[in-house]
């Protein structure tokens, strides 16, 4: 019985037969895997054939074929992904499913097969989508079908289309959803009311109908955004997924039921129709031709027929209208053919989600209202009653506990005020019960001191109430009547309860002092229980339990003592007078007859000493228990499994689990201990086929009873505690020790986690309400994150080193923040699960943390008494003070210790001192109030001290503390006025304190209670105590809505708040505020906005900012509704740029709206990094640095890069530059002045001007826009208007306009007079513009395009002033709720307009009408360029097209009945990122384009090639090398490439890429290793990697992985023979970079990264130690070790080792200045430090006098150093994006500016000539000139 390697077993299945597919299951946690047997020749050679494209047989595909499992997705081999896809749990389906996400649909989805030369090979003929599209988004399903002579056609379904279309190779289908809303943007938009979705597709007869094609075979799918989906199935079977098995058997239907794997659950008593929706393409009762169409017969232009028919397809069971009063009615539409032609289409398939009344009928439509198990739903009246010794708390299951002090307590009004709802847990003293009911729906489990019952298919938990500790044994009888339990507290407690009505029948005290196991007979008459006494020897007790439910009480039967180990007891189904137990060395069966219990022990033989942990016994086939066919099966931890006949009381069998199976060993039945420790097995079960074992290692075995094979394997987290088949032996439960309940379905080979829990108790919680959140930390070392929707956890975080002891979310980004035991807060997103940041500025463990309600600051405070504020404001949040001895330094992890007011002015905490409450302001800390609580109450004789505080919620003013003395006293926070107090029933202070938004209930953690006042009433106010927990509750909170109740301690309680909160409801009748200066957004509004305009402008009030006026269109018959469907007029008043008022620049900057769905709007690359507002130049002429290139283009720009042929003038920006290039010679000029990051370029149509626009930020209070004289190169002027980023430029035709668009937050449009550079006029737009373009032939007309409308504006000249006479025509509906995106005009008077689902639209500007619209790619178009009878398209998809459009003038005069077949592409290119900008020719034969990777490529059509123009790293440069010879460079970035560029041309050369990783250090052999063929570099990576690259080569040689962490340094020896290298923990390694192998490990900078290593060369003997090098070590606590080396004689001396005191940069906010040292080039006996001092200076130190010799002071931290080794100057880079250059021998500096974030890096070239700076991608190249 040896399993294979590791334990894994596999299934031998027969070859076609159904249910012979197996695949792993996929599940979060715990990961639980079911392993399927390996595959014959057969299924090798279709996998073969599936991979290569060929159609395998389809035998192997019936009767259905689950395509996620048979290809393995999860593991995304054979499958691909792209974008925002993750693996979530539905709170529908309550299982795993696919969320596929992104505001672009292309650039989001799942792949079947990997890549596109394969093929999936199904020949299904109807293929299943289990899908639910995501709200108010948009999805897209793309199949790829063959048919039998080989064409590939494509059928797409999406709700973004608004027309069926059709060509020879694609067929396009909408997907309607009906609402009932009456904008038209929204028709195609997924409801709210979305609902899971089985959308059954008939490949067959869809080729057959519209293509008049044979099925061949299913190709490819692919799955786009946004979408949740469940799996695909394919099949050549119809399924009716509304009828189980169970139900078609049951009623004898004629249909084929769903698989129970492809089945939705469905509710006890529901039906299915009202919670999903089935729709079936095309409809069964369509005709649909056997054979192929005529040729003759064309089909018609494919038209959309509009509305559709309601009637309800038939005969299909899913098409029933099912009408309830909790769900929304699913409807479909019916989907029937046009009469007129055979071959026409049908009509697309709709889903229409509508509500109606249960009152309205509806035709044919079946009435069904479910009905939910009145067990569940019960609530009595039972209380529960304190007395003076006992608490009894005996209630039915869903009625909440609450003790009454009835002595000085008033009721509440209702009364209880809380009910248990859910708790989340499972286990607590052990997590090996867990049992079946009768039935198999539900399970028991305990959880601490709670009972609970869980219902599988619903997930509702009802609640057995009444431990007060921990429940160490259950036991449920055969006909699920009576629950026994017992409680750890010694002397055991044993409780009867009744199970259907979860009322306790009894209590009673067992002779046991510890209860350790229960059994039930079939009947429930008997129970018998085993544990120890108070002497520690087993005891084993029977119970009569017969009369209980009839009033009697328990009697015991007999007790036995023994001095043998019983670890399992259980008592026989087929006989309740024998049972039978196993322990340590011994099986023993037991009888009861009158009155006595007597046992004999089984002779085990050589078996004896095994440690037996569990037993079970067999069932007969039929599922009886008789003892003439049973056998005893029992399990030991040395994986022993032992068959005994209890009828001869014999060992039968002998069979044992192994880890592996030795070669040449036999199968046998006996196995002897020889062989190796077998894999210890913990619980097992047997059914009437199959045996269920649980072992150590995770794993959970399904064998036959005669274990010839492995059938089934689950692979789980942690070791197996306890498995248990159900009743009908298809499911089997399981559990683990690290808290972990779920099942194994058998048949479907799926498993479903039911629990999870803390292992430890939970010491902190926090909430979030936009996802529904909850965070928990514990003293497992975890942090949780859960749904508080579903109760199910979500994912986790572990740390094996610290404990994580408080957390809190942030109110407004998706991240949360948490506190460890180390003292380190770190900060998570929730949307990656990854670390942000890490503040470690505390000493002792972290006891709590707060965040303001409007998310700006963060305050965590720690055991030594520190207070820490954080600006969390932003998401990488940083340090703003850091208090020593405030906060209470005796304190535990208590999330009370901190408190902030609701309106997030004040910070309350417990300090200085324990009896002192401090009160402060929250953004400066300035102290308002101190509370000494010790005065408070002197009778008690001793000092109170506070354990919590809680400021009230609203504008009360309140300040609650919680005292020692068991008692809440509120507070005036102002003066500190006691103002009442509250007495707690318990006598025992509250922990933790929480107090409703309303003020009406607080809550208060007492003990193992939670207690509830009233808090509105003043004298003696009412208050509730609730039990359940089984330790000290240490938080309680409600929850974001006020609807529950959280508590948490032993386990995590949710309680349901029965009393509804009052919320101000405000009145619904209020209109709206609008601003002046917007588009209304009805008719109605537009009236009264332009007549309020009109009136100030009449009265002369005070200058306003320009506004724009809606009117009505006028003619006749214009009444309100015609002006609503039609299109809108608007007239901008005049203004001049004096007249902005400051009142309107306020205004606009707050609130800014978010950031659209379209890739077309800039936003400014996030910069840590400040720049200096005045820095001091060299004098011209006198600069020793001149800026010779730049290495990069800017790819996060839009429209930044201009060419003209004719001229040749090229220009692009990069950071803040305007770089203009001679492609010719590569000699570049550059344009300096912009503050900020440049956003956009325009050239003028003469070539002369160039207009720049930058974007604001802490130099620029608003954006500036520069124009530069292009032949002089020189700026001649600055304009400046909008507030955000300038989104476009556009110069009229003629040259004497400008206009500007302002971005998405800025939204007003500017026109500028290029004659005199003053405003003109302005507008603001109601919306985000995406682009602006001028009229080529008319130089008053310009066009804006947007999110809902194309905007006609016409200058309008009147003597000295201009205006706007604004037409807007609204997107056509053939776009649906697509957004206009870009657009370029073409031949008179045509307007080509991209959209952002990748239609381009044709406009008529002479009628203002759309003509014509085609599907020109999968995303959005962001980029159109037209010329001729050619336009260009480039999107976010990375495509670039090229359109012949010749024929659109022509179509023009055709109007609405255009079509667009006529349109081709000809011509496309995929780069490498979305197309951000391009230029071409007059001919559109050859042009440049920029894309979002930082690349400009050189296209050419005409040989349909691309080539590399300008090139950059897309993220942050690390590194910068050279070769000894200066021909090259290279440089490492933090996109894991290797990048080798010719450092004359500075064009790229080489580019080694390694995925996934980033490079983060470099090194290129020294000189001394001058043979081209010895040129290598040597790169060291995030993963601890090093990687040796030879360059002549083009090839790496060599892998090394010395470091475990990632490497932060490396350098060459002199000799380039050995490579040091160093990482993040402070290990330096030496290696050779020859064999590959470390010799050497240095730890002595262990616990700080390396952050500098250099070599240099000494004379032997020279500074008093041998060896020919010297080499240096700097890490970033401030510390230089200097060490003398001979590698070749191994030896390794330190010569001098350095400490330096910590920089003083507690104002600055970030992390310190990197620690830099560098021997100097021209004294290398002299070192160089920048970062090593408490002061902003470089240190000079000299290795012969062992001192500091000289310091330089520096205006700032220095973030980057470099010495030349030509003449004697030094470069040192500062975070204020500047470099200063010095010159040693004059004591002369020098300042330079031109980057745009912390110049990082700076580099000399081996002769000094050149400088290379960095700041994160650019790269500037410097030359060094002569003074």
Same mark, same amino acid.
């Given at each position: 019985m040896a399993g294979g390697s590791g334990a894994r077993c596999r299934q031998v299945s027969r070859p076609g037969s159904p249910g012979s597919e197996v695949r792993r299951a996929s599940l979060t946690a715990p990961r639980a895997e079911a392993c399927p047997a390996s595959e014959g020749e057969g299924s090798r050679r279709a996998a073969q054939d599936r991979c290569s494209g060929a159609v395998p047989s389809a035998a192997w595909q019936h009767p259905f074929l689950n395509v996620f499992r048979h290809f393995r997705v999860d593991e995304w081999k054979r499958s691909s992904k792209e974008g925002d896809v993750a693996v979530v749990t539905d709170k529908v389906l309550k299982s795993s499913v696919y969320r596929i996400r992104g505001s672009v649909s292309a650039s989001n989805y799942i792949q079947l097969p990997r890549t596109s030369t394969q093929s999936l090979g199904l020949t299904g003929r109807y293929l299943y989508v289990l899908f639910r599209?995501?709200?108010?988004?948009?999805?897209?399903?793309?199949?790829?079908?063959?048919?039998?002579?080989?064409?590939?056609? &494509?059928?797409?379904?999406?709700?973004?289309?608004?027309?069926?279309?059709?060509?020879?190779?694609?067929?396009?289908?909408?997907?309607?959803?009906?609402?009932?809303?009456?904008? &038209?943007?929204?028709?195609?938009?997924?409801?709210?009311?979305?609902?899971?979705?089985? +959308?059954?597709?008939? %490949?067959?007869?869809?080729?057959?109908?519209?293509?008049?094609?044979?099925?061949?075979?299913?190709?490819?799918?692919? %799955?786009?955004?946004?979408? #949740?989906?469940?799996?695909?199935?394919?099949?050549?079977?119809c399924f009716d997924p509304a009828v189980t098995v169970a139900e078609a058997r049951h009623a004898k239907l004629s249909v084929n039921p769903v698989p129970r794997e492809m089945a939705f659950p469905v509710p006890k008593g529901e039906s299915w129709h009202d919670h999903y929706i089935h729709v079936r393409f095309p409809r069964d009762d369509s005709k649909v031709p056997a054979e192929p169409l005529e040729k003759s017969c064309s089909l018609p232009e494919a038209v959309f027929l509009g509305h559709v028919s309601r009637r309800l397809p038939h005969p299909v069971v899913s098409g029933k209208t099912l009408l309830s009063s909790r769900s929304p009615e699913g409807q479909i539409p019916s989907l029937t053919l046009p009469c007129q032609v055979p071959s026409a289409p049908r009509v697309p398939p709709e889903v229409s989600l509508t509500y109606k009344s249960p009152e309205v009928p509806s035709g044919g439509a079946a009435r069904i209202r479910g009905q939910r198990p009145s067990a569940w739903n019960e609530v009595t009246d039972a209380h529960t009653v304190v007395s003076d010794r006992h608490v009894l708390a005996d209630k039915p299951p869903g009625v909440p506990m609450a003790l009454e002090d009835i002595r000085s307590c008033k009721l509440f009004l209702p009364d209880p005020v809380l009910r248990l709802r859910g708790v989340i847990g499972f286990g607590g003293h052990s997590t090996q019960w867990a049992l079946w009911t009768k039935d198999g729906m539900a399970v028991v489990y305990p959880c601490h001191a709670v009972i609970i019952v869980l219902q599988i298919d619903t997930g509702q938990q009802r609640f057995f109430l009444g431990h007060t500790d921990k429940v160490s044994a259950l036991?449920?009888?055969?006909?699920?009547? #009576? +629950?026994?339990?017992?409680?750890?507290?010694?002397?055991?407690?044993?409780?009867?309860?009744?199970?259907?009505?979860?009322?306790?029948?009894?209590?009673?005290?067992?002779?046991?002092?510890?209860?350790?196991?229960?059994?039930?007979?079939?009947?429930?008459?008997?129970?018998?229980?085993?544990?120890?006494?108070?002497?520690?020897?087993?005891?084993?007790?029977?119970?009569?339990?017969?009369?209980?439910?009839?009033?009697?009480?328990?009697?015991?039967?007999?007790?036995?003592?023994?001095?043998?180990?019983?670890?399992?007891?259980?008592?026989?189904?087929?006989?309740?007078?024998?049972?039978?137990?196993?322990?340590?060395?011994?099986?023993?069966?037991?009888?009861?007859?009158?009155?006595?219990?007597?046992?004999?022990?089984?002779?085990?033989?050589?078996?004896?000493?095994?440690?037996?942990?569990? #037993?079970?016994?067999?069932?007969t086939l039929d599922g009886h228990w008789r003892p003439s066919a049973g056998m005893l099966f029992v399990c030991s931890h040395s994986g022993h499994i032992l068959e005994i006949d209890h009828q001869r009381m014999t060992v039968q069998h002998v069979r044992r689990l192994l880890p592996t199976q030795p070669s040449g060993v036999p199968l046998t039945e006996k196995q002897s201990f020889s062989m190796g420790s077998g894999i210890a097995i913990s619980s097992l079960g047997v059914s009437t086929t199959t045996c269920a074992v649980g072992s150590e290692d995770g794993y959970l075995r399904l064998w036959p009873l005669d274990f010839s094979s492995v059938l089934l394997e689950a692979e789980h987290d942690g070791p197996v505690s306890s498995v248990f088949f159900s009743p009908d032996g298809l499911r089997v439960l399981s559990t683990t020790t690290s808290g972990h309940l779920g099942f194994l379905d058998v048949p479907s080979r799926e498993y479903t986690v039911l629990a999870r829990s803390h292992m430890a108790p939970v010491l902190a919680l926090s909430t979030e309400q936009n996802r529904g959140q909850m965070a928990t930390v514990s003293l497992d070392h975890t942090v949780r994150i859960w749904d508080l929707a579903t109760l199910q956890q979500l994912y986790d975080f572990?740390?094996?080193?610290?404990?994580?002891?408080?957390?809190?979310?942030?109110?407004?980004?998706?991240?949360?923040?948490?506190?460890?035991?180390?003292?380190?807060?770190?900060?998570?997103?929730?949307?990656?699960?990854?670390?942000?940041?890490?503040?470690?500025?505390?000493?002792?463990?972290?006891?709590?943390?707060?965040?303001?309600?409007?998310?700006?600051?963060?305050?965590?405070?720690?055991?030594?008494?520190?207070?820490?504020?954080?600006?969390?404001?932003?998401?990488?949040?940083?340090?703003?003070?850091?208090?020593?001895?405030?906060?209470?330094?005796?304190?535990?992890?208590?999330?009370?210790?901190?408190?902030?007011?609701?309106?997030?002015?004040?910070?309350?905490?417990?300090?200085?001192?324990?009896?002192?409450?401090?009160?402060?302001?929250?953004?400066?800390?300035?102290? %308002?109030?101190?509370?000494?609580?010790?005065?408070?109450?002197?009778?008690?004789?001793?000092?109170?001290?506070?354990?919590?505080?809680?400021?009230?919620?609203?504008?009360?003013?309140?300040?609650?503390?919680?005292?020692?003395?068991?008692?809440?006293?509120?507070?005036?926070?102002?003066?500190?006025?006691?103002?009442?107090?509250?007495?707690?029933?318990?006598?025992?202070?509250?922990?933790?304190?929480?107090?409703?938004?309303?003020?009406?209930?607080?809550?208060?953690?007492?003990?193992?209670?939670?207690?509830?006042?009233?808090?509105?009433?003043?004298?003696?106010?009412?208050?509730?105590?609730?039990?359940?927990?089984?330790?000290?509750?240490?938080?309680?909170?409600?929850?974001?809505?006020?609807?529950?109740?959280?508590?948490?301690?032993?386990?995590?309680? %949710?309680?349901?708040?029965?009393?509804?909160?009052?919320?101000?409801?405000?009145?619904?009748?209020?209109?709206?505020?609008?601003?002046?200066?917007?588009?209304?957004?009805?008719?109605?509004?537009?009236?009264?906005?332009?007549?309020?305009?009109?009136?100030?402008?009449?009265?002369?009030?005070?200058?306003?900012?320009?506004?724009?006026?809606?009117k009505e269109a006028s003619g006749a018959g214009d009444g309100p509704r015609e002006a609503a469907k039609g299109s809108q007029t608007l007239a901008v008043l005049p203004c001049h740029h004096s007249q902005t008022s400051e009142w309107s620049l306020q205004r606009a900057k707050t609130g800014l709206p978010t950031r659209p769905d379209s890739y077309k709007h800039f936003t400014a690359r996030y910069k840590a990094s400040t720049r200096v507002k005045s820095v001091?130049?060299?004098?011209?002429?006198?600069?020793?640095?001149?800026?010779?290139?730049?290495?990069?283009?800017?790819?996060?720009?839009?429209?930044?890069?201009?060419?003209?042929?004719?001229?040749?003038?090229?220009?692009?920006?990069?950071?803040?530059?305007?770089?203009?290039?001679?492609?010719?010679?590569?000699?570049?000029?550059?344009?300096?002045?912009?503050?900020?990051?440049?956003?956009?370029?325009?050239?003028?149509?003469?070539?002369?001007?160039?207009?720049?626009?930058?974007?604001?930020?802490?130099t620029a209070a608003r954006c500036q826009i520069r124009i530069w004289d292009v032949p002089k190169g020189l700026c001649q002027h600055l304009l400046s208007h909008h507030d955000t980023a300038v989104q476009a430029l556009a110069f009229s035709p003629d040259d004497e306009f400008l206009v500007t668009l302002g971005d998405y937050a800025d939204r007003t449009l500017a026109l500028w007079s290029m004659t005199t550079y003053e405003l003109l006029s302005s507008a603001r737009f109601p919306e985000p513009v995406h682009g602006v373009a =001028?009229?080529?032939?008319?130089?008053?007309?310009?066009?804006?395009?947007?999110?809902?409308?194309?905007?006609?504006?016409?200058?309008?000249?009147?003597?000295?002033?201009?205006?706007?006479?604004?037409? &807007?025509?609204?997107?056509?509906?053939?776009?649906?709720?697509?957004?206009?995106?870009?657009?370029?005009?073409?031949?008179?008077?045509?307007l080509y307009c991209g959209s952002s689902s990748g239609q381009v639209c044709v406009w008529d500007t002479g009628t203002g009408h759309c003509f014509l619209a085609w599907e020109a790619d999968d995303g959005e178009i962001g980029v159109l360029l037209c010329s001729g009878s050619r336009l260009l398209s480039g999107s976010n998809t990375r495509r670039l097209r090229l359109w012949a459009v010749g024929v659109v003038p022509e179509l023009r005069r055709k109007g609405s009945s255009a079509r667009s077949n006529s349109v081709f592409m000809e011509r496309e290119l995929t780069l490498d990122g979305a197309v951000v900008s391009a230029s071409f020719d007059s001919g559109m034969d050859m042009g440049v384009v920029g894309t979002?990777?930082?690349?400009?490529?050189?296209?050419?059509?005409?040989?349909?090639?691309?080539?590399? +123009?300008?090139?950059?790293?897309?993220?942050?440069?690390?590194?910068?090398?050279?070769?000894?010879?200066?021909?090259?460079?290279?440089?490492?970035?933090?996109?894991?490439?290797?990048?080798?560029?010719?450092?004359?041309?500075?064009?790229?050369?080489?580019? =080694?890429?390694?995925?996934?990783?980033?490079?983060?250090?470099?090194?290129?052999?020294?000189?001394?290793?001058?043979?081209p063929e010895q040129q290598q570099v040597v790169a060291g990576y995030s993963d601890g990697t090093l990687r040796v690259f030879n360059i002549s080569r083009t090839a790496m040689e060599l892998k090394m992985h010395p470091h475990r962490t990632a490497l932060t340094a490396i350098a060459f020896s002199t000799d380039g023979q050995t490579v040091l290298s160093g990482d993040k923990d402070g290990l330096v390694a030496i290696s050779h970079p020859c064999t590959g192998m470390t010799f050497r490990m240095l730890s002595d900078h262990r616990g700080a990264p390396i952050s500098a290593i250099q070599s240099t060369n000494k004379e032997y003997g020279d500074l008093g130690v041998e060896g020919a090098e010297l080499w240096l070590?700097?890490?970033?606590?401030?510390?230089?070790?200097?060490?003398?080396?001979?590698?070749?004689?191994?030896?390794?001396?330190?010569?001098?080792? #350095?400490? =330096?005191?910590?920089?003083?940069?507690?104002?600055?906010?970030?992390?310190?200045?990197?620690? +830099?040292?560098?021997?100097?080039?021209?004294?290398?006996?002299?070192?160089?430090?920048?970062?090593?001092?408490?002061?902003?200076?470089?240190?000079?130190?000299?290795?012969?006098q062992k001192q500091v010799v000289q310091k330089t002071p520096l205006p700032f931290f220095a973030m980057s150093l470099s010495l030349s080794p030509g003449p004697q100057l030094m470069v040192v880079g500062f975070a204020e994006c500047m470099l200063r250059l010095l010159d040693c021998a004059s004591g002369t500096t020098q300042d330079f500016e031109g980057h745009d974030d912390a110049v990082h890096l700076c580099r000399f070239t081996p002769s000094g000539k050149l400088l290379f700076t960095a700041a994160h991608n650019e790269i500037l190249v410097w030359e060094v000139t002569s003074p």
């Open positions: 599209p995501l709200p108010t988004k948009h999805f897209v399903i793309h199949l790829d079908v063959s048919t039998e002579d080989g064409q590939v056609i &494509r059928v797409s379904f999406s709700n973004l289309f608004k027309k069926f279309k059709s060509s020879a190779t694609w067929l396009q289908f909408p997907f309607v959803f009906e609402t009932k809303t009456p904008r &038209r943007d929204l028709a195609g938009v997924v409801p709210p009311s979305a609902r899971w979705t089985c +959308l059954q597709l008939d %490949l067959r007869d869809i080729l057959m109908f519209y293509l008049s094609r044979r099925y061949g075979h299913l190709k490819s799918v692919r %799955l786009c955004a946004s979408l #949740l989906v469940r799996n695909l199935y394919t099949s050549d079977l036991a449920l009888d055969g006909n699920d009547v #009576l +629950l026994a339990s017992a409680q750890v507290q010694p002397p055991s407690m044993v409780r009867l309860w009744d199970f259907q009505t979860g009322g306790c029948l009894s209590i009673f005290r067992s002779p046991l002092h510890t209860i350790c196991s229960l059994s039930f007979s079939r009947s429930g008459a008997l129970l018998c229980g085993v544990g120890k006494d108070q002497h520690g020897r087993t005891v084993v007790v029977a119970w009569s339990t017969d009369k209980v439910g009839l009033g009697g009480e328990v009697v015991v039967l007999a007790k036995v003592h023994t001095d043998f180990d019983v670890q399992a007891f259980q008592i026989a189904l087929f006989d309740e007078t024998r049972m039978a137990s196993c322990g340590r060395g011994s099986v023993r069966l037991w009888r009861l007859r009158g009155g006595v219990l007597r046992s004999c022990a089984v002779d085990l033989g050589e078996y004896c000493t095994l440690e037996l942990t569990d #037993l079970a016994f067999a069932q572990s740390s094996s080193d610290e404990t994580p002891s408080a957390v809190a979310f942030h109110p407004t980004l998706p991240s949360f923040f948490c506190g460890f035991s180390s003292g380190a807060v770190r900060s998570f997103s929730l949307e990656n699960s990854g670390v942000l940041v890490e503040h470690t500025r505390h000493r002792g463990a972290i006891t709590s943390l707060v965040i303001t309600p409007d998310g700006r600051f963060l305050f965590s405070s720690c055991s030594q008494g520190s207070l820490v504020q954080y600006n969390c404001a932003v998401a990488r949040c940083c340090v703003l003070r850091v208090a020593a001895n405030m906060v209470c330094q005796d304190g535990h992890p208590n999330p009370n210790t901190l408190a902030v007011s609701g309106d997030s002015c004040r910070l309350a905490f417990v300090g200085r001192s324990k009896c002192k409450v401090t009160v402060v302001e929250s953004d400066s800390l300035n102290e %308002l109030l101190h509370v000494d609580v010790s005065t408070l109450h002197l009778a008690s004789g001793h000092p109170d001290w506070a354990v919590a505080v809680c400021f009230s919620p609203g504008n009360s003013g309140h300040l609650l503390v919680s005292t020692s003395s068991n008692k809440v006293v509120v507070l005036d926070a102002v003066s500190g006025h006691t103002i009442r107090e509250l007495s707690s029933v318990r006598s025992r202070a509250c922990a933790s304190l929480a107090i409703s938004e309303d003020a009406r209930l607080l809550l208060g953690a007492t003990g193992r209670t939670i207690t509830v006042w009233d808090y509105p009433t003043q004298a003696s106010p009412s208050c509730q105590v609730y039990i359940g927990h089984s330790e000290p509750v240490h938080v309680v909170a409600f929850t974001p809505d006020q609807q529950q109740v959280l508590s948490v301690g032993d386990a995590i309680f %949710l309680w349901d708040v029965l009393a509804t909160p009052e919320r101000d409801q405000s009145d619904p009748g209020t209109p709206p505020v609008h601003e002046a200066g917007t588009f209304s957004t009805s008719d109605e509004e537009g009236l009264c906005e332009e007549n309020h305009v009109s009136e100030v402008f009449l009265q002369g009030q005070a200058p306003t900012p320009p506004v724009l006026v809606e001091s130049f060299p004098p011209v002429g006198r600069e020793q640095l001149r800026l010779k290139a730049v290495v990069g283009y800017n790819g996060n720009g839009r429209a930044n890069m201009v060419w003209r042929p004719n001229t040749g003038f090229f220009a692009y920006t990069c950071g803040r530059l305007v770089v203009v290039e001679d492609l010719h010679s590569g000699t570049q000029r550059h344009w300096c002045g912009h503050p900020q990051e440049i956003s956009t370029l325009a050239l003028s149509e003469d070539g002369q001007v160039l207009a720049s626009a930058s974007c604001c930020g802490n =001028f009229n080529p032939w008319d130089a008053n007309e310009l066009i804006c395009v947007g999110t809902s409308a194309i905007t006609f504006w016409l200058l309008q000249h009147h003597g000295t002033g201009t205006s706007f006479q604004v037409h &807007r025509e609204p997107v056509p509906e053939e776009l649906g709720a697509s957004e206009l995106t870009s657009l370029c005009y073409g031949a008179s008077p045509l979002t990777a930082g690349t400009l490529w050189y296209i050419n059509w005409t040989e349909g090639t691309s080539t590399r +123009l300008i090139s950059g790293h897309r993220s942050k440069v690390n590194e910068v090398v050279f070769s000894p010879s200066e021909s090259h460079c290279a440089t490492c970035g933090e996109d894991g490439s290797v990048r080798v560029w010719s450092l004359a041309s500075m064009e790229l050369v080489i580019q =080694f890429q390694v995925l996934n990783q980033s490079c983060l250090c470099l090194a290129w052999t020294p000189p001394s290793c001058g043979r070590a700097a890490s970033g606590d401030q510390r230089v070790s200097i060490w003398a080396s001979d590698w070749l004689r191994d030896r390794c001396e330190l010569l001098e080792w #350095l400490s =330096f005191p910590a920089p003083a940069i507690s104002e600055a906010p970030g992390l310190p200045p990197p620690s +830099l040292a560098a021997f100097c080039p021209w004294d290398k006996a002299t070192l160089v430090c920048v970062g090593l001092g408490a002061h902003e200076e470089v240190v000079f130190y000299s290795l012969r």
